[in-house]
């Protein structure tokens, strides 16, 4: 049993060491730059509701959801060489799917689902309140240079496959029809839900809680707008497919940077 004082061990999350090196992950500041598939639905308003959770409440625009297709690089304060480092702990894709929202009259989305292809982001999601679980997903890479594929212009295709045990869960795609602005592009905030079961009594949460993350240095690069489709898969696993009949209102692909300084706690359903 460790003496009294100071804990030995250290780390920002599991598992703890004497040096402090084997840590999922480090501690924010997090800094992220990528290139991202967006494409908007509608859906019914009613089940769009089930799946927030209070005290959020619809948006202004209840009912309206977005898939992002994500891919990322990212470095922390504490390692800002891992990209050259070590590639494969610096970038991933993800796959995640948001509901509009508010909380307090300010709008945002919730995140109900999202799946990642890296442990490294995984722990990063449980830790800021995103549901994430370990997928596969797939992007189209446009080249200026390859025949047959070519650039961002009007008419280049894109899409994103998210796969899961084995499944397809997600299909997403876009044709690009005009550039457009970083104005033209939805508002994104987000809602997060922080969830721990305690290990005596799993009817009982440790950690429960509504929070939103704290951006800052957010940039935008080149943006295009175009039409999208996207398509859910039932399984039975995974039950993003009960959102119901979806109807895609348009697609963005852009270029994005930002640091994530850390969060707020916005609602605690254990403290009150």
């Given amino acids: 049993m460790a003496a009294k004082g100071k804990f030995p061990l250290k780390g920002y999350t599991l598992p703890l060491t004497p040096k402090g090196r084997s840590s999922v ?47 990322w ?14 590639p494969e702990r610096a970038v991933y894709r993800e796959c995640f799917v948001m509901l509009h929202c508010a909380f307090k009259g300010v709008p945002g989305y919730f995140v109900p689902f999202i799946w ?8 990063r999601g449980f830790v800021q309140g995103f549901p994430k679980k370990l997928g596969k997903v797939y992007l189209t890479k446009l080249h200026d240079l390859c025949p047959n594929v070519g650039g961002r212009r009007a008419g280049a295709r894109v899409k994103g496959i998210l796969e899961a045990h084995g499944e397809r869960i997600v299909e997403g795609s876009m044709v690009f029809t005009r550039k457009a602005t970083p104005e033209d592009l939805p508002a994104v905030k987000f809602y997060l839900m922080r969830h721990l079961p305690r290990i005596e009594d799993p009817a009982r949460p440790a950690v429960h809680e509504i929070t939103a993350g704290k951006v800052a240095h957010a940039k935008f690069g080149d943006v295009w707008a175009g039409d999208g489709d996207v398509k859910f898969f039932p399984s039975p696993f995974e039950e993003v497919a009960d959102l119901g009949r979806i109807k895609a209102t348009g697609a963005f692909y852009f270029s994005m940077g930002m640091t994530i300084t850390g969060g707020e706690v916005l609602h605690s359903y254990v403290n009150g």
């Fill in 116 to 123: 990642v292809d890296n442990d490294f982001t995984l722990m």
């Fill in 73 to 86: 690089v990212s470095v922390s304060d504490e390692r800002p060489d891992l990209a050259f480092v070590n």
């Fill in 25 to 71: 992950i480090d501690s924010p500041p997090w800094h992220y730059g990528g290139d991202i598939l967006a494409i908007r639905f509608q859906m019914d308003k009613k089940r769009a509701r089930a799946f927030i959770p209070p005290p959020l409440e619809p948006g202004p625009r209840p009912g309206e959801g977005m898939v992002w297709f994500p891919e």
